[in-house]
């Protein structure tokens, strides 16, 4: 084979990829596991996975690339994406777009703003997109909506929602229950509080593995089409606007921290898993179910800090 930019920078991927995972994998600072979800304080700390996707959808994997884990907030990329879809600018009505500068699911915030959320990634944002997707229909429907918009994405029927984590959070989502009833008082909501929670909560569940997630991410990295089919799932604005979001909110207040080290728009979630996006270059998954302070991937920001320092990809140049 000839040897070409492309495969010279495909090597580099590959080798930095191997690396990474290899060096995490040793690593003992690994976070503290989410606890508050009992289901999720089963997960074993010692896991890792790293995929990234790059344009021509070569797929450099290490770890445990194909392992399903909790994608928690991460499902609220695709929520929103759907959200837009179906409401357009008017859920903008209902949800910010600002940094929260709060943890992900503060209540005070949300007195202060008369109960209109942040941004559409912390909670209650989020609990208020899944109410515009809802729309007064069953909660079964919105939820096989949003299951089957990531399996297409994903190009995978395989990804299935894990029935104990929903129950482990239903049992004792508490505070976002009282987020959401905050939120109805004001109006914000309008489906029945339980429908709206059921299907948020159903949502978080969501199991995939890193190579699901990546492929999901796809159309994010590549002005809003998946490069492989053609296939389009938002305008090039849409999706430049969803990356903005990730890169300012996607982190809870982390947000800032990851800018400054990794650089790359990114959603993370309890559960451990991030989605980051290259934009041009690659979609990129990564898990370790430790978490830092904020609630964020302990190792998983590392992982992604080394990878886009060595590949030059941070948004912000080099
Ligand atoms: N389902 C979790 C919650 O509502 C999501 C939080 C997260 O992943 O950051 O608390």
Redesign the pocket.
Known sequence: MPVTAASLERAALDSAVREIAAEMADRPDRGTVASY?PELAEVDPGRFALVVIDADGHVAAGGDSEAPFSI??ISKVFTLTLALGMAGDRLWAKVGREPSGSP??SIVQLENEKGIPRNPFI?AGAIAVTDLILARRQPREALGEILRFLQFLSDDTSIVIDAAVAAS?QRT?FR?AALANYMRSFGVLENPVDFTLGVY?HH?AIAMSCRQLAQAGRFLAHLGANPATGMRVVSPERARRINAIMLTCGHYDGSGEFAYRVGLPGK????GGILAVAPGKASVAVWSPGLDAA?NSHLGRIALEKLTRRMGWSIFGT
Not at 268 to 271: E, K, L, Q
């Open positions: 979800i928690q907030s992900f699911n909670n959070e989502g976002n909560f978080c993370s979630g309890v559960g609630g």
